[in-house]
């Protein structure tokens, strides 16, 4: 019984780093909540969706899952063909018996590394291309939401789940996954292999089985924990770079450096200590595991120490010199990949973390879909009628309050109030960017609710005060990157609308290139730009929301002469301050509070002396003083 003391002692060690382990966990275990533990989708959820995607490439799976048979026979075979050589060379021996096992082990290293790369090979492409179709169908579900619903989530958010999660996922397909298999499949075949040379030494190692399975539960928890943390830290610094880089500009003129600086270092260190937090879970895992595999090396080396490397018995079995350096690689290999397979799980939770977060993006459901028996509009004349709606964008918070009138197909109907009282709301209204509460609005005698919104939209050009522009050229930015119109009919819009004045003038042309949102460009050149990509689509109906707003006085001559154009085109809807850029329209209704308060032509809305009258008395005390009707 004395020989095997110094086992016993290693025993009691390791036996006393469990019972702390399980003591640490079960005294944190009620305050789950408080340290993070929140489950808000399974993993096994998670991995069924994820795996869903891989479904079309079970072939590719299989054919990986062969050559890592192959890969795998150098980690089983490799320490047997080495104890045989140890166990040859203690005994006069000849070259012509050494060969044979070497070229042997050479073989199938070499079929090791061949089918190693070639499952690196399948993996990547295979990965990249399961992981393009879940981004692009992230992407398609972005594009389905509302209005309503992009603007409650963050920029640098989307971002985020589109670049940073994609990717972890793409580690999940290429590499982690299969490495986990192929480490199970080294430790089944290394077990194996240790049985079949000495099943005694092999269950003296399986004596350290129970508490690697005891460490990698407990490190499962805390590691999903510390995921989450990561994976939200970097969502709060993408969204606020996201936001604060592209208001740098107000961020300088408001001297608010400083102020900036300090809110990103704290998220900074946010992010920092939720990393410090994950290394420092993993950090703890890794050498508990790798202490058990010294402890088994210490164990095997004390029991060849007691035989001097000679044959010895242990519990019946003989050992040689040739079985201590055999299971001193087995162990190696044994440990090795239950090592690497906590560090692979390790990455897998930071996958899952990252499936969790998309599709926790994908399960919002659109707050605007097509009808099951919604039709397709080949053709609109734009008549529009609007029959006592409601909308509010907060509930009770009413927008527009009973809210009727009708437009004629063709017709030019402006709307002008002061800034709330729900004019840029009809115009989203009409284009369905918002579900109305009650009422109706019919297109062409069509209830917008029973017609497709791909379909409804196809027929609507909107030219907004704000003009966004991609970068690219100005052909791509005109045409939207359809290769249907030629050059002539692009060159064609841009001299309806007046924007050949400034193209003409530029070295490139229509190739010029537009910096990002078009900063390269004036806000009334970027607005022409707008009328030609409007134009050229040739829609049915026409909307304008303060297209002429904080335009120069020569600039607006050109957009008012392209207005009176575009008039003939197609029934055209207005929002404007400048009452002098609506005096032609056949209709104008005027907003207050969510209501219409009086509509007319300009000369009947001046003779009723009310609102408008009040509004235009207004803005021509204005040019007299030197301002601009």
């Known amino acids: 019984m004395y020989e095997f003391f110094p086992l016993i002692v290693v025993g009691a060690l390791i036996g006393g780093a469990a019972l702390a382990c399980i003591i640490g966990y079960l005294s944190i275990r009620k305050s789950k909540k408080d340290i993070g533990f929140d489950r808000n989708m399974k993993d096994s959820v998670i991995a069924k969706r994820l795996l869903s995607y891989a479904k079309g490439y079970w072939k590719n799976f299989v054919l990986v899952l062969v050559l890592m048979v192959f890969s ?17 060379i203690k005994d006069d021996f000849t ?8 070229i042997f082990y050479a073989s199938i290293l070499i079929v090791s590394l061949i089918c190693t790369y070639l499952q690196a090979i399948i993996l990547q492409k295979t990965g990249q291309k399961i992981v393009s179709a879940l981004r692009e169908d992230l992407f398609v579900h972005i594009e389905s939401l509302a209005h309503a619903q992009l603007n409650s989530i963050p920029v640098g958010k989307l971002v985020t789940r589109l670049t940073n999660d994609t990717n972890a996922i793409s580690m999940m397909f290429t590499n982690i996954v299969v490495n986990m298999v192929k480490y199970c499949f080294v430790i089944v075949g290394v077990l194996i292999a240790m049985l079949c040379v000495n099943y005694m030494l092999t269950l003296m190692i399986l004596c350290f089985a129970p508490f690697v399975v005891l460490f990698t539960m407990v490190f ?132 899952f973390a990252s499936g969790e977060k998309i599709f926790s993006i994908m399960d919002i459901e659109p707050h605007l ?31 527009l309050k009973d809210v009727s009138f009708r437009v004629n197909a063709n ?44 379909s409804l939209r196809k ?23 359809e290769e249907r119109f030629t050059d002539d009919e692009v060159w064609q819009a841009c001299r309806y609308v007046n924007a050949d004045r400034f193209l003409s003038k530029l070295p490139n042309g229509l190739d010029e290139e537009v910096r990002e949102r078009g ?8 607005q022409l730009l707008s009328f030609a990509r409007t134009i050229i689509h040739k829609p049915s109906v026409m909307i304008l929301d303060e297209a002429t707003a904080n335009i120069d006085t020569e600039t607006e001559l050109l957009i008012q002469d392209s207005l009176n154009k575009m008039m003939n085109v197609g029934t055209m809807l207005i929002v ?54």
């Open 72 to 88: 795998i026979a150098y980690d089983i075979l490799a320490p047997t063909v080495v104890g045989n050589i140890e166990e040859m």
């Open 95 to 102: 070259m012509a018996q050494l060969i044979p096992k070497v």
């Open 519 to 526: 900063n390269n460009f004036s806000a009334g050149q970027r």
């Open 220 to 351: 499962r928890k805390f590691s999903r924990k510390a995921h989450r943390r990561v994976k939200d830290g970097t969502t709060d610094v993408n969204t606020f770079l996201s936001e604060n880089l592209s208001g740098m500009k107000v961020i300088q003129i408001f001297n608010r450096e400083e102020k900036k600086r300090e809110e990103f270092n704290q998220k900074n260190q946010r992010l920092g200590k939720a990393k410090h937090e994950q290394i420092f879970v993993f950090g703890i895992f890794r050498p508990m595991v790798y202490m058990l595999y010294i402890s088994s090396i210490l164990c095997l080396l004390y029991l060849g120490g007691r035989g001097y490397i000679k044959d010895m018995s242990f519990l019946g079995q003989t050992v040689t010199g040739g079985t201590i350096v055999t299971f001193y690689m087995y162990i190696s290999k044994f440990f090795d990949p239950i090592q690497n397979l906590a560090e692979q799980f390790n990455r897998l939770q930071s996958a």
């Open 411 to 454: 017709d030019t109907v402006a709307f002008v109030g002061s800034t709330g009282s729900g004019k840029t709301t009809i115009l989203s209204l009409i284009c369905r960017n918002y579900e109305i509460q009650k009422g109706q609005i019919l297109i062409d005698g069509i209830d917008i609710r029973k017609i497709k919104i791909s």
């Open 459 to 481: 027929h609507f050009g909107q030219m907004l005060q704000d003009v966004f522009l991609f970068s690219g050229t100005i052909r791509s930015n005109i045409v939207l990157r």
């Open 576 to 629: 404007a301050h400048r009452l002098s850029t609506i005096q032609h329209a056949d209709n104008i209704i005027v907003m207050s509070h969510g209501r219409i308060v009086e509509q007319g032509n300009h000369a009947e809305l001046l003779e009723q002396k009310g609102r408008y009258y009040r509004l235009y008395q207004l803005q021509l005390d204005k040019k007299r003083l030197g301002g601009t009707l």
């Open 369 to 399: 879909t097509d009808a099951p028996d919604a039709i397709e509009l080949d053709e609109v004349k734009g008549n529009i009628e609007f029959k006592n709606v409601w909308f509010s964008y907060v509930p009770n918070e009413w927008v």
